[in-house]
């Protein structure tokens, strides 16, 4: 248990919505929405729809036509239901996505059938964020049951394609409007990032291919050609030598955990140089040639402190560092993805209305966090424009996309009263 605070009458309904709250978290882990490819979409919509209509919720479903990943096999749909409260006032937006990541080995249990056990509800997204999203939608409920006075309006949205970069999903939303500060001015994203803790954005990202060129040959005399994996392993070296011991040097006021997080990093994610890999089952032998090319992705993460046209200079200048000492390196730079780092100040309203729901409620000061890596706050904030964002929900973060991933069931009870009571700060003005 948390605290001592005494219940308040709103966190006492919630508290009685227990097992609405578990069958509703179970109800959304059994559409098995893996992404990718992106499956089901339609299916947890109707989940959504189902449950929130009865509960005076307007309901919209938007299909991102034409967005990276969306097909007619593999449609891209994304739901927004609102709830409009008796008087104008400020709109609460739930923001949260429903895709979840491919199953991977070592479950104990069927991780599309939402078990409950020793308090907890298990399967593929009920931590990332099945979990949250349940929560959010009972908070809202249980809000408007207690307080059907209330200004302003309450949406919930469930989107997807976070999991592969939410261009399908917030981002198609925020590029349509729906984020616009003059129809939404507080998101709560209920991603898992325990139920007294604050997030408050992430760093940047630059993803970047870099090919280095040489010349094939015949194996047997390399000397003929030029070794393109070669050229490629001065450049790791020049990594090691030179970058990697700087981005460690550089660290950020930005609060981001975990701790090794704090700084600028660099990760290889893939290289590639030479034939391609022989397909399983092919037993021959690979031919005798000098690779001319070799392709190697890099992912940058930068922090607030640092602009993303030097961080696209300083990566220019190792590259070129290594051609001034190498005869005949030649390569090719081509920028894949970049993000901007995001962070909401501490004391935006949505910021200070959670913190003070969650001394309320777990009578404790919220620790403020940095996400290591994005999700679709980005989007919000970029494109929506909207900076009164942050995310909040139940759930620990180290379990997200592991085997046997679950939700305690008293934590997303106790975020879910922290998130009621937000709202009661937000909405409940007059
Ligand atoms: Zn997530």
Redesign the pocket.
């Known amino acids: 248990m948390t605290s001592d605070n005494p219940l308040s009458s709103l966190d006492n309904r919630i508290l009685d919505a227990r097992d609405l709250l578990v069958e509703l978290t179970q109800a959304l882990i059994q559409v098995p929405t893996l992404n990718p490819p992106g499956l089901d979409y339609a299916a947890i919509c109707d989940v959504l729809e189902d449950w929130l209509k009865p509960h005076g919720f307007d309901i919209k479903r938007v299909r991102a036509v034409g967005a990276l990943g969306d097909s007619d096999k593999y449609p891209r749909w994304n739901l927004i239901a609102r709830h409009e409260g008796r008087n104008s006032g400020e709109c609460v937006h739930f923001n949260s ?1 429903t895709d979840v990541v491919s199953v991977g080995e070592g479950w104990s249990v069927d991780p599309f059938e939402g078990i409950v056990k020793d308090g907890r509800v298990y399967g593929r997204g009920a931590c ?2 099945k979990g949250g999203l349940a929560a959010s939608m009972v908070a809202a409920v249980c809000f408007v049951a207690e307080h059907p006075e209330y200004s302003g309006s309450i949406e919930i949205s469930g989107t997807c394609d ?2 592969s970069g939410g261009f399908g999903g917030v981002a198609y939303l925020a590029e349509k409007g729906w984020f616009d500060p003059s129809r939404v001015q507080h998101v709560i994203i209920p ?2 990032l325990n139920k007294d803790r604050i997030c408050l954005g992430h760093r940047g990202v630059l993803w970047t291919e870099i090919e280095t060129h040489g010349h094939i040959a015949h194996g047997s005399m390399p000397f003929l050609g030029d070794c393109a994996v070669r050229h490629m392993g001065a450049v790791i070296e020049a990594f090691e030598d030179t970058l990697i011991p700087r981005l460690q040097q550089r660290r950020t006021a930005m609060p981001v955990v975990p701790d090794g997080a704090r700084q600028s990093t660099l990760n290889i994610n893939s290289i590639h140089g030479g034939q391609e890999e022989p397909e399983e089952g092919y037993t021959g032998l690979p031919s005798a040639l000098v690779p001319d090319r070799c392709r190697m992705v890099v992912d940058r993460r930068f922090l607030i402190e640092e602009d993303l046209e030097a961080v696209r200079a300083e990566l220019h200048d190792i590259l070129e560092s290594v051609k001034e000492d190498r005869d005949k390196f030649d390569y090719r730079v081509r920028e894949l993805f970049s993000v901007l780092p995001t962070m909401t100040e501490r004391d935006a309203p949505v910021v200070t209305a959670v913190a003070g729901a969650i001394k309320a409620r777990l009578g404790t000061d919220p620790d403020y966090v940095v996400s290591p890596g994005t ?1 679709d706050q980005k989007h919000i904030d970029r494109i929506g424009r909207l900076h009164n964002c942050i995310a909040y929900g139940p759930g620990i973060l180290d379990l ?1 996309h592991q085997p046997d991933e679950y939700v305690g069931i008293q934590d997303m009870i106790d975020s879910a009263q922290v998130m009621g009571r937000s709202l009661q700060t937000l909405l409940l003005k007059n």
């Open positions: 996505h990332d964020m976070e999991e991603e898992p999700y997200a």
